[in-house]
């Protein structure tokens, strides 16, 4: 049971690189989620998606963008690094608003 | 807006005895709530959830959750902790009408020493 997957699990880039993390979900799932999370900050979300085709801003969505390519996949892009996105993202899946969410193991970038 | 308030950073307690960590939470009309586990280098797992009906929730591992709606409250329980259940604990919400994600606190650190 693959669940939710993302990867890469760690990355270093420098400031100015552009990078994109990649979340699939193998639970037929219509909504998609990138949160990051921080000391004492909890969990922010970036960018959701309700649905196939859609895609909207979270709490904290400067600096991102992000693709639902298909129902499975979700990317986030880091269109030009800043040590500001030092973080840890995880991609998140759930059936709807209100279903339980479930999470990818996360990804750990580090901005240099 | 929904919000969420976990107002202890830590909560140690001893194996054997009771554990409590507290949420209260702010949301426009009825909530949906949830309660997540984290443990080192993983992500969240689902713990347990209320919905609608029986105000105490029971969960994995144990665990069980009481829904107050006067006091907005939903405090995470259990009757005896585990070393294993050491971990940071977080508390979500989303209201119960209308498409809404969910708002999550910023994390309860559990340490249950032995």
């Known amino acids: 049971n693959a669940g939710v997957t993302q990867t890469p699990k760690f990355q270093v880039l420098k400031t100015g690189q552009s990078m994109t993390l990649q979340c699939a979900q193998d639970?037929?799932?219509?909504?998609m989620y990138w949160y990051r999370q921080d000391p004492g900050m909890g969990l922010r979300l970036i960018y959701y998606?309700?649905?196939?085709?859609?895609?909207d801003k979270g709490e904290v969505p400067n600096g991102y963008n992000v693709s639902r390519l298909n129902k499975r996949e979700f990317s986030l892009r880091l269109e030009s690094a800043a040590p500001s996105q030092t973080s840890v993202y995880f991609c998140?899946?759930?059936?709807?608003?209100?279903?339980?969410?479930?999470f990818g193991e996360g990804s750990w970038l580090t901005v240099v | 807006a929904q919000s969420v308030a976990q107002p202890e950073d830590q909560v140690n307690v001893a194996e054997g005895n009771p554990l409590t960590v507290k949420c209260t939470y702010s949301?426009?009309?009825?909530?949906?709530l949830f309660w997540y586990v984290q443990y080192p280098n993983r992500g969240l797992q689902f713990l347990l959830k209320?919905?609608?009906?029986?105000?105490l929730v029971k969960g994995s591992y144990g665990f069980e959750a009481e829904f107050n709606k006067s006091q907005t409250s939903f405090h995470l329980k259990k009757p005896s902790a585990l070393v294993s259940d050491s971990a940071l604990y977080f508390c979500?919400?989303?209201?119960?009408?209308?498409?809404?994600?969910?708002?999550f606190g910023k994390g309860t650190m559990l340490l249950v020493s032995p």
């Open positions: 998140a899946s759930s059936w709807d608003r209100g279903n339980t969410i479930y």
């Open positions: 998606s309700a649905s196939e085709g859609t895609t």
């Open positions: 949301v426009s009309g009825n909530p949906y």
């Open positions: 979500a919400v989303s209201p119960y009408s209308g498409y809404s994600t969910l708002t």
């Open positions: 639970m037929n799932h219509n909504s």
């Open positions: 209320y919905i609608t009906g029986d105000n």
